[in-house]
């Protein structure tokens, strides 16, 4: 085979390769249930009780058990929640309405912090998608769209870093950190994304049967777990890795 030819095989195999890593696997549900909780926007696990934290449209913290029964939750006046996150410590509530992170204390649930963070735009197209990058050591808040911006912040929540991630999905509705990977939803084009989560490429990604989803999880068993806002459900799927 000549050079030209070499080059050709070599350039053809890389392609090939690509569209294998960027093809998009149709998910099926294990199994789905119904909740109680209006509009349930996102969701995270607690590692430590094996239960939920889920937020609402209507500015209220939920904890749930695994098959989503309200345990209890506290409410905020004039607060549209739209990510969740919780450590070893606090329960994180992103109020995109008015661009706050309200901190809670995980075991009481008493709010001990209120934290501002400036965003232009529409009123309720800011920020979807709060976790914590362990890779970067980092807090992570997505801007939904227009453009989906994906800002790093330190232990003080300031900013220190910012990305366009507009070319990977139309919108982004959720986040987590799992396995060693970032991984992000669209509601709009109904994809669960694995991302790098250093140079924040997208490595494999997955479709979804479901209308709205728009919180994303992993239990303690690796289960994949999206809320769906409209039609108040938690649905399982098999880990996606697997």
């Known amino acids: ?3 030209k030819r070499k080059i050709l095989a070599v350039g053809f195999i890389l392609v090939a390769i690509n569209c294998m890593a960027q093809k998009t696997t149709k998910l099926k549900p294990t199994k789905w249930i119904t909740t109680e909780i209006p509009e349930p926007s996102d969701i995270c696990f607690d590692p430590k009780t094996e239960n939920f934290f889920v937020v609402s449209d209507d500015g209220i913290l939920f904890e749930t058990d695994k098959e989503g029964k309200i345990i209890r939750y506290v409410k905020e006046n004039d607060a ?3 990510a969740v996150f919780t450590d070893e410590t606090n329960v994180y509530a992103v109020n995109e309405r008015h ?3 309200y901190v809670y204390d995980r075991t009481s649930l008493q709010k001990n912090k209120t934290i501002t963070i400036p965003f232009g735009g529409g009123r309720n197209r800011a920020y979807e998608a709060f976790t914590f990058n362990k890779a970067e050591n980092a807090f992570i808040l997505v801007v939904e769209k227009d453009p989906i911006t994906l800002f790093e912040l330190d232990a003080n929540f300031l900013i220190t870093n ?3 991630l507009s070319k990977i999905a139309r919108d982004i509705a959720a986040s987590t950190f799992y396995n060693g ?3 992000l939803l669209s509601d709009e084009d109904r994809v669960v994304l694995k991302l790098n989560p250093t140079s924040y490429e997208v490595i494999e990604k997955w479709k979804l049967p479901v209308i709205n989803p728009e ?3 992993f239990d303690k068993d690796g289960n994949l777990v999206i809320t769906c806002d409209d ?3 938690i649905y399982y799927f098999n880990n996606p890795e697997k």
């Open 181 to 183: 990977f970032l991984w």
């Open 1 to 3: 085979m000549n050079l």
């Open 215 to 217: 919180g994303l999880a």
């Open 99 to 101: 661009r706050k992170i």
């Open 231 to 233: 039609m108040q459900r």
């Open 80 to 82: 549209d929640f739209e």
């Open 162 to 164: 910012q990305f366009d």
